[in-house]
């Protein structure tokens, strides 16, 4: 028993990291946001998007372990360079105001559980997830990281502290409800953005050739391709997990604030910290402290996958030394993305931007360059040249393209209610 358990906890890593820094405090918002305008009508997203989310995070971890090379170096090497630039920029700038948004909601969140002032719990909270970074080797980090991914279960404790019309939980969960006002799809669009996300794509197939190069016997399996079913199918099992922890957190937080926050009226939510201050005086102090303890840890996972995904961007963009086992001075380059994308979210903290207007255009931006990063990774995954005889296969082709589509619509759809 405990061999196979150690078994199973040895293929969760990219996949379930990734997962857990999709429920990121700006995530959080949206879900929690959803809940307490919507009630349990928008349940049936988080479903959903389940397998479209697997579908697409599952093509990006196969691109990066059969190539070795992340996605920014695989665009590049088979799209104009413009085309690099373009998402590249974009990526970046929404990770950092997305950074921002997440220690913010993290130092609110800390003030609210001790008090004192939240401004400096930003700066510490920036500096550590940097030093982090910097300082740990990559095998070690992620084992940090794998223990953070605990913290999320404090919203599953959450919905059983409370009381839940399960019978009306289970019908929203499986028949969707479709209201076409500006604020039920912006909602809804919000759920779908926040879920399937382009760092993502970047740090789970950046993830996959750090645990190659970890590896000295391990090799790219476009050239190595012994045990290649064993590596596929240990992407498959995290990938699976991770998604499947994600949406299941995601689930709670709309189950748990639908029905304290929506039942007691209380329907604009605009950031996870007024999500768990408002649930105090309705659910008691331990749901509050669940809520917002839950907002700390999940930060301190989001925040390192958003600088590194932009840092592996910028430096497979131009071929800068990169990953997390190296060394400050052997990949200077790197690291000093990863500080410029963590320093400038704290900075952004300081300034008199909105912070709740820059995610939203953040998640604007999100929404809009996953349409074209998605259409690119299936073209890779489906490409012989790229992928060689481990192209995807017809059925998690039909799922990435459905993916794909479904957020083409999405994006669609936020215009349309513009």
Same mark, same amino acid.
């Given at each position: 028993?405990?061999?196979?358990?150690?078994?199973?906890?040895?293929?969760?890593?990219?996949?379930?990291?990734?997962?857990?820094?999709?429920?990121?405090?700006?995530?959080?918002?949206?879900?929690?946001?959803?809940?307490?305008?919507?009630?349990?009508?928008?349940?049936?997203?988080?479903?959903?998007?389940?397998?479209?989310?697997?579908?697409?995070?599952?093509?990006?971890?196969?691109?990066?372990?059969?190539?070795?090379?992340?996605?920014?170096?695989?665009?590049?090497?088979?799209?104009?360079?413009?085309?690099?630039?373009?998402?590249?920029?974009?990526?970046?700038?929404?990770?950092?105001?997305?950074?921002?948004?997440?220690?913010?909601?993290?130092?609110?969140?800390?003030?609210?559980?001790?008090?004192?002032?939240?401004?400096?719990?930003?700066?510490?909270?920036?500096?550590?997830?940097?030093?982090?970074?910097?300082?740990?080797?990559?095998?070690?980090?992620?084992?940090?990281?794998?223990?953070?991914?605990?913290?999320?279960?404090?919203?599953?404790?959450?919905?059983?502290?409370?009381?839940?019309?399960?019978?009306?939980?289970?019908?929203?969960?499986?028949?969707?409800?479709?209201?076409?006002?500006?604020?039920?799809?912006?909602?809804?669009?919000?759920?779908?953005?926040?879920?399937?996300?382009?760092?993502?794509?970047?740090?789970?197939?950046?993830?996959?050739?750090?645990?190659?190069?970890?590896?000295?016997?391990?090799?790219?399996?476009?050239?190595?391709?012994?045990?290649?079913?064993?590596?596929?199918?240990?992407?498959?099992?995290?990938?699976?997990?991770?998604?499947?922890?994600?949406?299941?957190?995601?689930?709670?937080?709309?189950?748990?604030?639908?029905?304290?926050?929506?039942?007691?009226?209380?329907?604009?939510?605009?950031?996870?910290?007024?999500?768990?201050?408002?649930?105090?005086?309705?659910?008691?102090?331990?749901?509050?402290? +669940?809520? !917002? &303890? =839950?907002?700390?840890? %999940? /930060?301190?996972? @989001?925040?390192? *996958?958003? $600088?590194?995904? #932009?840092?592996?961007?910028?430096?497979?963009?131009?071929?800068?030394?990169?990953?997390?086992?190296?060394?400050?001075?052997?990949?200077?380059?790197?690291?000093?993305?990863?500080?410029?994308?963590?320093?400038?979210?704290?900075?952004?903290?300081?300034?008199?931007?909105?912070?709740?207007?820059?995610?939203?255009?953040?998640?604007?931006?999100?929404?809009?360059?996953?349409?074209?990063?998605?259409?690119?990774?299936?073209?890779?995954?489906?490409?012989?040249?790229?992928?060689?005889?481990?192209?995807?296969?017809?059925? +998690?082709? !039909? &799922? =990435?393209?459905?993916? %794909? /589509?479904?957020? @083409?619509?999405? *994006?669609? $759809?936020?215009? #349309?209610?513009?």
């Amino acid at each position: 028993m405990k061999s196979t358990m150690r078994n199973w906890a040895r293929q969760l890593g990219p996949g379930l990291i990734t997962g857990a820094a999709d429920d990121d405090p700006s995530g959080i918002a949206t879900y929690s946001q959803a809940g307490a305008q919507f009630g349990f009508l928008t349940l049936w997203t988080v479903v959903f998007t389940y397998p479209l989310m697997v579908g697409i995070q599952m093509v990006s971890a196969r691109i990066g372990r059969v190539t070795g090379h992340g996605l920014a170096s695989n665009i590049g090497r088979n799209f104009p360079r413009p085309v690099l630039y373009g998402i590249v920029a974009l990526l970046v700038f929404a990770n950092t105001i997305n950074i921002a948004a997440d220690i913010a909601a993290m130092g609110d969140a800390l003030h609210l559980v001790v008090g004192g002032p939240s401004h400096v719990y930003v700066v510490v909270f920036g500096i550590a997830s940097l030093l982090l970074q910097v300082f740990l080797t990559y095998q070690r980090y992620v084992r940090y990281l794998k223990w953070l991914t605990l913290a999320l279960l404090s919203y599953v404790l959450l919905v059983l502290t409370i009381h839940i019309p399960w019978r009306e939980v289970a019908a929203h969960s499986v028949m969707p409800h479709f209201a076409f006002t500006a604020e039920y799809l912006t909602v809804v669009v919000a759920v779908f953005g926040t879920t399937i996300s382009p760092y993502l794509f970047f740090w789970q197939a950046s993830q996959e050739v750090e645990d190659l190069d970890a590896d000295p016997a391990a090799g790219a399996l476009a050239h190595a391709p012994e045990g290649a079913e064993e590596h596929l199918q240990r992407i498959k099992i995290d990938t699976y997990l991770g998604m499947g922890f994600s949406n299941l957190v995601a689930f709670c937080i709309i189950v748990g604030t639908a029905s304290t926050l929506h039942v007691a009226g209380i329907t604009d939510i605009q950031t996870s910290a007024q999500a768990a201050e408002a649930l105090r005086p309705l659910a008691g102090q331990f749901a509050f402290l +669940l809520f !917002a &303890l =839950g907002i700390i840890g %999940t /930060g301190l996972i @989001a925040v390192p *996958v958003l $600088a590194g995904s #932009a840092a592996y961007a910028v430096a497979e963009t131009f071929e800068w030394r990169r990953g997390l086992d190296l060394k400050l001075l052997e990949a200077r380059e790197f690291y000093a993305i990863i500080a410029l994308a963590t320093l400038g979210g704290v900075a952004l903290d300081f300034s008199p931007i909105d912070p709740i207007k820059a995610l939203f255009w953040s998640a604007v931006v999100n929404g809009v360059i996953a349409v074209p990063i998605m259409v690119v990774m299936m073209l890779l995954a489906d490409d012989p040249k790229v992928m060689g005889r481990f192209t995807v296969k017809r059925r +998690l082709k !039909a &799922l =990435g393209w459905l993916a %794909t /589509g479904t957020m @083409a619509a999405a *994006v669609a $759809a936020m215009f #349309a209610t513009w």
